[in-house]
């Protein structure tokens, strides 16, 4: 069965420094692996994914995330926090079929 | 281009009420589904349909139906409401239900906040 665990519930960063968002997956089969964010009282929307051909992958806003087999991780990463990137994320790994299992979410907070 | 839209966006029922979620796409999608969100427990899924006339059920399906006679719509109904289902609730649409969900997209609506009291 897949699953995907946040290693924190919330992170918090000053404007202008790096951000690092933990993620660790099982999964019995090489995963799809997504960023989903989701801004206050706004859907979900797609940052990067992961579909088994580069290991470091770059999304919209400046994120990247690298998939790493031997440690189970696909962390998401900028160099340089901005104020509006304040928002709740989400790592998640496809499952057979097209359903996705959603780890229970990161709150990033960005102080000026 | 209106995408996922789901409607209504607020919604306060009373114990034992029924109502429905309504959830419209327009990009021809195959594949439709509903989540809840709850904090700290990320989303989850409630039903799902691989096209018009095929449902089935997610991880958490207790309380809810839903049914699929058109490509584009897919309500979600609460037969006998309860507070345990005060959540967030999103549709999401895909194109594509057999091909790798890494090859398309999923587009999520803006969600439906829902208090039973």
């Known amino acids: 069965a897949q699953s995907v665990t946040q290693l924190d519930s919330h992170v918090s960063v000053s404007e202008g420094t790096p951000v690092l968002l933990r993620c660790n997956y099982s999964s019995s089969y090489s995963p799809s692996l997504f960023w989903y964010v989701q801004h206050p009282n706004k859907g979900l929307q797609l940052l990067l994914k992961?579909?088994?051909?580069?290991?470091l992958v770059k999304g919209i806003n400046g994120f990247e995330a690298e998939f790493k087999k031997s440690e189970t991780s696909f962390h998401l990463t900028k160099p340089s926090a901005h104020m509006s990137d304040a928002a709740e994320y989400f790592c998640v790994v496809s499952r057979y079929g097209n359903k996705l299992v959603f780890g229970a979410g990161t709150i990033l907070r960005v102080k000026s | 281009n209106a995408g996922v839209t789901q409607t209504p966006k607020f919604q306060v029922l009373k114990t034992g009420q029924s109502m429905t979620l309504q959830c419209a796409q327009d990009m021809n999608h195959e594949y439709m589904s509903w989540y809840r969100q709850d904090p700290g427990m990320g989303l989850r899924l409630i039903h799902y349909s691989v096209g018009a006339g095929i449902t089935d059920q997610g991880e958490v399906p207790n309380g809810y139906n839903v049914s699929r006679s058109t490509t584009e719509d897919f309500p979600l109904r609460l037969l006998s409401a309860a507070p345990s289902q005060t959540s967030v609730y999103f549709c999401?649409?895909?194109?594509?239900?057999?091909?790798?969900?890494?090859?398309?997209?999923?587009?999520f609506g803006s969600g439906t906040r829902l208090t039973v009291v």
């Open positions: 999401a649409s895909s194109p594509s239900f057999i091909k790798a969900p890494s090859t398309y997209g999923y587009t």
């Open positions: 992961y579909t088994s051909a580069a290991t």
